[in-house]
């Protein structure tokens, strides 16, 4: 996070196929480290974490329940649920993944380079509907 030099408006998303990995749960702990040290550094809507698992399951882990219970954090349960098709369910869940971190980094665009460069007109006529959340455009 450090070397990355994380600051305002920057975007940080931890991704963990079943929310449990220590490595993502370090991340994005380290991201509010960040946040506590610089309060101005960081904005609260900009911290995801992304899992596929019921937050009940989740709770009894101490490293998990950490960052759920955290309020400075956007948590985004993706749960699956049993496998849909052949394959993996890790494969649905990373697939499910991908598809909510790219209307976050989207939106992260829209914010900050492309509102920017282009006016409301021009965001329209790209498909940017600015009046849509993140949650709308999910859903």
């Given at each position: ?42 904005a609260r809507e900009n911290l ?73 007109e021009e965001l329209n006529s ?14």
């Amino acid at each position: 996070m450090k070397e990355n030099g994380i600051k305002k408006g920057d975007v940080v998303i931890a991704v963990t196929e079943g929310g449990e990995t220590s490595s993502v749960i370090g991340t994005i702990r380290a991201a509010v480290k960040e946040y506590d040290a610089h309060e101005d550094s960081l904005a609260r809507e900009n911290l995801y974490f992304i899992f596929n698992n019921p937050v009940d399951v989740l709770m009894p882990f101490e490293r998990s329940r950490i960052v759920l219970e955290d309020d400075r954090i956007t948590k985004i349960p993706l749960w699956t649920g049993p496998q849909a098709i052949g394959g993996s369910t890790r494969m649905q869940a990373s697939t499910s993944e991908q598809y909510v971190i790219s209307i976050l980094i989207e939106d992260a665009l829209t914010k900050t380079l492309l509102d920017a460069g282009l006016n409301d007109e021009e965001l329209n006529s790209l498909g940017f509907d600015k009046e849509l959340t993140i949650k709308d455009r999910l859903l």
